[in-house]
């Protein structure tokens, strides 16, 4: 086995729960040390979990939402200085409801946390890799960036901005050693419809997928070298592919019936 100084290291973000957590779990198992950073105290009990897997990990409690919180991060992870060999730009956050009738502050930390933060610490994850000359990057988006999200406005914006990032990264270092690979989970069974308030809609009471599952996924492609991973059911690869050929006025509606308030119950 590989001693801690020869293994590694991975960096992943909103890794207190859900997907985060899950892939923070597969780097483990696959011999990864771990930068894991979250807001919330969770970030304690993933930190011992993983460490019971024989990783070496860093726990990082900060609030990515507000720039000098992705300027801790970035500090605390040069301070240990290893490379990076994989980032995952995972944490994220939605808001359910009519976009007039929801908190214009937690609209804006969606865009805060969903995008702003993603760019700040890609900005300096990307340089670094490319003067080093290699490295893997995964950009958590959503299969909701592929098509309008009424009642999700911000949310489903947010990740159509992830993934045409993602996208346009990894076509400019096509030519370097630095892969960028996007994840697009479905409906996942996390927190994230509980905390968007999003429990009595359709999609929030509907069958979700495994968020292991969605993990493994999406690690696989992100060692594949990927640009992206549809991942969940089979239903998620139809949406995506259908996706592409639907007007998106037909495609709002569509996400509409799922995600209006109270369509639980329809």
Excluded: W
Excluded at 32 to 51: N, P, R
Excluded at 203 to 213: I, S
């Amino acid at each position: 086995m590989k001693t801690n100084s020869q293994r590694p290291l991975a960096l992943v973000t909103g890794a207190s729960r859900g997907i985060g957590y899950e892939l923070a779990r597969v780097f483990a198992e696959h011999g990864h040390d771990l930068v894991l950073a979250a807001e919330d105290g969770g970030i304690v009990e993933a930190k011992q979990a993983f460490e019971a897997l024989g990783a070496t990990v860093t726990s990082v409690r900060v609030d990515l939402t507000k720039p000098e919180g992705v300027e801790e991060l970035v500090g605390q992870v040069r301070a240990l200085g290893r490379p990076l060999a994989c980032a995952v730009l995972n944490a994220g956050v939605g808001v359910g409801g009519a976009f007039h009738e929801t908190e214009l502050r937690k609209n804006l930390e969606v865009v805060d946390l969903n995008c702003r933060s993603v760019v700040h610490l890609a900005h300096y994850i990307v340089h670094d890799m490319v003067e080093r000359g290699e490295g893997r990057i995964l950009i958590t988006s959503s299969i909701a960036s592929t098509m309008p999200g009424p009642f999700e406005a911000v949310y489903a914006a947010s990740k159509a901005f992830d993934q045409s990032f993602a996208h346009a990264l990894r076509n400019e270092l096509k030519d370097t050693s630095v892969t960028v690979t996007s994840l697009m989970p479905g409906p996942t069974e996390t927190d994230f419809f509980r905390r968007a308030g999003l429990e009595d809609t359709k999609v929030g009471a509907g069958a979700k997928d495994d968020a292991g599952l969605v993990a493994r996924q999406g690690y696989e492609a992100l060692m594949a070298g990927k640009d992206h991973v549809v991942a969940g059911s089979l239903k998620n690869k139809v949406q995506a592919a259908v996706a592409k050929i639907i007007q998106e006025k037909v495609k709002a509606e569509m996400h509409r019936s799922k995600a209006e308030p109270g369509s639980a119950d329809n």
